[in-house]
């Protein structure tokens, strides 16, 4: 059975950093493509990163970029988003996600991910 479970939110001040892990059960972390997305108050879910399956890169949304990094440790089976410079703006509930034979044009496409985690609070204060 597939599980994702993400850790590592919390309260920061802008301008502060903060690491997301996400931890991955019943997988092979590098044959999933795996993705952060985040949702804030009375919005859609969008996304924010992704790393790709079998070493296919990494991909963020425009306004994280040179701010976020994803990274993936097989060893672990794990996705860290390592989140720096953040701004209120980023205030969100972050979820992990998983999915297989996700093709490039459809990773920004939540639909795509079979699976999901549980979410963690980010709060940035101004």
């Known amino acids: 059975q597939v599980r994702l479970a993400e850790s590592g939110g919390g309260l920061v001040q802008a301008g502060g950093s903060l690491s997301l892990t996400c931890t991955t059960s019943?997988?092979?972390?590098?044959?999933?493509?795996v993705a952060w997305f985040r949702q804030a108050p009375g919005k859609e879910r969008e996304f924010v990163s992704c790393i790709r399956r079998f070493g296919g890169g990494t991909y963020y949304r425009d306004s994280v970029k040179g701010r976020f990094t994803i990274s993936r440790e097989n060893a672990k089976n794990t996705v860290t988003l390592q989140m720096s410079s953040l701004t209120p703006e980023d205030t969100a509930v972050y979820y992990c996600?998983?999915?297989?034979?996700?093709?490039?044009?459809?990773?920004?496409?939540?639909?795509?991910?079979?699976?999901w985690g549980q979410g963690t609070q980010v709060t940035v204060s101004s």
């Open positions: 996600a998983a999915g297989q034979s996700i093709i490039l044009s459809s990773i920004r496409g939540d639909k795509h991910y079979a699976y």
């Open positions: 019943g997988v092979s972390v590098n044959t999933y493509t």
